[in-house]
């Protein structure tokens, strides 16, 4: 489950916008795809979706937190912090 919560980290920020709508995106991490669609409400990012490996997943990014289920287990942690445009244009 570890290796999950790497993935949905990096999926929480990587993919997160503030004006994301409702579509199927994916990657892939350590041979697993994961497929999820994002939606806001209420202010957050709530990440619904699959892996290929036939998980399922709810996640909800809020305030600088990540909570959800991740097939039926409850996760809550801190979700990592954003770099600014000038740090990745600096890379």
Do not use: C
Request: aromatic share 10%; proline share 3%.
């Amino acid at each position: 489950m570890s290796k999950f919560l790497f993935a949905a980290a990096a999926a929480a920020l990587t993919f997160a916008a503030p004006t994301a709508i409702a579509s199927e995106r994916s990657f892939t991490h350590e041979g697993v795809t994961y497929t999820y669609s994002i939606t806001t409400r209420d202010k957050a990012q709530i990440l619904e979706g699959r892996t290929s490996k036939g998980g399922e997943f709810r996640l909800n990014v809020k305030n600088g937190w990540v909570e959800g289920y991740v097939n039926d287990t409850r996760v809550s942690f801190r979700a990592p912090r954003e770099k600014a445009p000038a740090q990745i244009a600096a890379r």
